[in-house]
């Protein structure tokens, strides 16, 4: 039955995990240096809402919590659009429909574009979906 701090951690690694260091992560509320022309993702985790629920039987009761994992993909303008997908279904293929611990779940992953932010960047977002239930 994870804690908030444990959904957080435990998304966080298996993204670390998968992606294997393709580019750097810049984690949330942790200071990163952009590198010029380097890809790379940044992570924020949203817990949407928490509610009390019933699983199982009524005697046990738990908290649970719906939420995402943010993750902006950032690559340099002017190399097209190409490797940005490419980085969100790499993503989806990680993070999608996983089950990694007791109790927390991910769902299916949104890929939306966020297009040139005027800064030398071109932005895809990929939410990762996730409930928690915490006793």
């Known amino acids: 039955m ?4 444990e959904t957080a951690a ?3 690694n298996m993204l670390t995990i998968g992606w294997s260091n393709a580019t750097p992560i810049s984690v949330d509320n942790v200071k990163y240096k952009e590198t010029e022309g380097q890809a790379y993702l940044q992570t ?4 949407y809402f928490t509610t009390n629920t019933n699983i199982a039987a009524a005697t046990q009761k738990r908290k649970r919590t719906e939420g995402v ?3 902006n993909i950032r690559v340099p303008l002017g190399k097209g659009i190409g490797q ?3 980085y969100a279904q790499d993503i989806k293929d990680i993070m999608d429909n996983q089950n990694p611990l007791p109790n927390l779940l991910t769902q299916a992953s949104t890929i939306q574009r966020i297009g040139d932010d005027k800064d030398g960047w071109f ?3 990929c939410e990762v979906p996730f409930i928690s239930d915490e006793i």
């Open 69 to 71: 994992l943010f993750i």
């Open 2 to 5: 994870p804690t908030l701090i």
């Open 123 to 125: 932005n895809l977002t």
């Open 84 to 86: 940005a997908y490419q």
């Open 10 to 12: 435990e998304l966080d």
């Open 44 to 47: 924020k985790f949203i817990p």
